[in-house]
């Protein structure tokens, strides 16, 4: 059994996702991909970690797999979570039971073994994670994230940067530095007051400038200020996807943890896509085209 209840954070942060997510009426491209998404549990097979940063309720792949059947997404990228820490056997377990449907982002540290590396890289694991928000654990050291970078260089991994607002524009200089792909997840997490035309939102259309920097059109509902729909999120996600069409992706970002609002209905969130990106080109390059290639899908 799981030691969530005997753990001084046991009580699960935020919600559970939504429990019965509508159909969404936008009929999405054949090979879509949700291209950010987790899973926890299940929890009696993959006890959740005592130095977890968060206790999330579970999801497993089988409830993900059904979600994405509703949704009628056939591919996702599932990335390894504060949550499982650094005990990667629930992501490895999914990736296995995905036959090749699924790619994984993990959570990397300098303890890792190249031979860890390699078992990772064979199982479907296409990149690292560096989470530099307070609840996730703080702002890593640059050193050691170089360092890991370092170690996964051989195997061609992205690096995913998640990061809130005006830290991107301090550590800016860092990303321009990184040698490999890199991808910022939820569009930097700019608060809502942010505009299109904001320093932190320049920024990131600079670093989108330099080719090597990828963004995730995720975490409308993180955004939104007015709730469900999460219309006032639109015009940073629009003004990204059409700031640079070939370098975005999107994500559900289920199970939507550490919300405490009203959860998001993801059946929403995949209709918001059809204004994101109006034209049926664009959303096949967003969902099919940009993952296959930044993801490395066969």
């Not at 996702?76 to 990736?95: F, K, N």
């Not at 975490?219 to 059409?242: E, K």
């Not at 559900?252 to 405490?260: A, F, G, M």
Request: proline share 8%; hydrophobic share 40%.
């Amino acid at each position: 059994m799981s030691d969530q209840t005997n753990h001084p954070s046991a009580v699960a942060a935020g919600l559970p996702p939504h429990a019965n997510p509508r159909v969404p009426s936008l009929a999405l491209p054949a090979g879509s991909c949700d291209a950010h998404c987790h899973i926890f549990g299940p929890f009696e097979r993959f006890p959740l970690p005592a130095d977890r940063s968060f206790t999330p309720h579970e999801a497993p792949e089988t409830a993900l797999r059904k979600l994405h059947a509703r949704l009628g997404l056939q591919r996702a990228v599932i990335v390894q979570s504060q949550g499982h820490g650094h005990d990667h056997r629930p992501l490895l377990d999914a990736l296995a039971a995905g036959d090749g449907r699924y790619r994984g982002v993990a959570l990397v540290g300098p303890s890792n073994s190249a031979e860890q590396l390699a078992a990772f890289n064979e199982a479907g694991v296409c990149g690292a994670r560096f989470n530099f928000l307070a609840h996730l654990g703080g702002r890593p050291s640059l050193d050691t994230i170089s360092a890991v970078i370092d170690k996964v260089r051989p195997f061609d991994w992205h690096v995913a940067i998640h990061i809130m607002g005006q830290d991107l524009i301090e550590y800016a200089p860092f990303i321009r530095s990184i040698g490999a792909r890199v991808v910022i997840d939820h569009m930097a997490r700019p608060s809502a007051d942010e505009t299109v035309g904001s320093a932190v939102m320049s920024e990131l259309r600079r670093l989108i400038d330099t080719g090597n920097v990828w963004v995730k059109l995720s975490g409308a509902d993180r955004l939104s200020r007015t709730g469900q729909p999460f219309s006032d999120a639109l015009p940073i996600a629009r003004s990204l996807a059409r700031h640079a069409p070939e370098r975005v992706l999107w994500g559900t970002d289920w199970p939507h943890v550490n919300l405490h609002g009203p959860m998001p209905d993801d059946g929403d969130l995949v209709d918001l896509i059809a204004e994101i990106v109006p034209s049926q080109d664009g959303r096949r390059r967003l969902l099919v085209d940009n993952p296959t290639e930044f993801f490395r899908f066969k």
